[in-house]
């Protein structure tokens, strides 16, 4: 297979939406991890830490040299994902022409896998709006983000960003909607990654079935906790 019809023919592009999948996974599990470091401010675990952990560890991911150089390739996974989905969901459109006399229902396949293209564009939607809320001021305008002092330097108060963002209701429920069409995707979206990079393996299928559940339903509460605990003032 040339470089080329990595991009344009159906193999090459569910290859690169497999690749770029596993990558994504990847990400998610570091960026879930750093989510929970709110929860340090429990209770049961240190109430005077007051977003300390969680924005030492945001702040380690911004001025991290290494970490800012992988983020251009997480961009670029993002994009490649989102390009070759919609292309590959328009390329399945366009050879079903036609569709079936009586649909088929979960008899042919989950709703979720026949609605990855729908599911996708609302996460597009939600990435948009995180981006908006979170990426943007702590990379380039710092709006609402207040300096804290460190041994080595200064460092934004994400976790105080955090906490005027979730104030608002509509906010949350953009974030669930987001979390709910995540979740789905992810159901389908695991298990397929590997199946396109050549799993095939019946007792491995069935393993990657069951881990990719308990993936998507543990990363999924994790971001979903996020802005119910915010809102909730569970972390302060």
């Known amino acids: 297979m040339t470089f080329a019809q990595m991009f344009t023919s159906s193999i090459g592009r569910k290859l690169v939406m497999g690749l770029t999948g596993l990558f994504l996974v990847t990400f998610l599990i570091v960026h879930a991890g750093i989510n929970a470091c709110i929860f340090a401010d429990l209770s049961i675990f240190n109430p005077e830490d007051n977003g300390d952990m969680f924005n030492r560890a945001a702040h380690f991911m911004g001025s991290t040299v290494l970490i800012r150089i ?41 709703w979720y896998s026949r609605s990855m293209g729908l599911l996708g564009t609302l996460i597009l939607l939600f990435l948009i709006l995180h981006l908006t809320h979170f990426w943007v001021p702590a990379r380039f305008t710092h709006a609402g983000l207040e300096p804290l002092p460190t041994a080595t330097g200064m460092m934004h108060d994400m ?54 559940v308990w993936y998507s339903v543990i990363i999924c509460l994790l971001f979903a906790a996020m802005p119910v605990a915010m809102y909730l003032k569970w972390v302060e």
């Open 70 to 110: 992988m983020e251009i390739g997480l961009f670029a996974g993002f994009i490649l994902h989102i390009i070759q989905g919609y292309m590959l969901e328009a390329q399945n459109r366009a050879a079903r022409g036609v569709g079936y006399a009586k649909p088929m229902g979960n008899n042919g396949s989950k």
């Open 159 to 212: 976790f105080g960003l955090m906490k005027i963002t979730f104030s608002e209701l509509w906010v949350v429920i953009a974030y669930l909607l987001g979390v709910f069409s995540l979740f789905w995707h992810l159901m389908h979206g695991f298990q397929s990654a590997f199946r396109t990079v050549g799993v095939h393996n019946n007792k491995f299928l069935k393993l990657l079935a069951s881990a990719g």
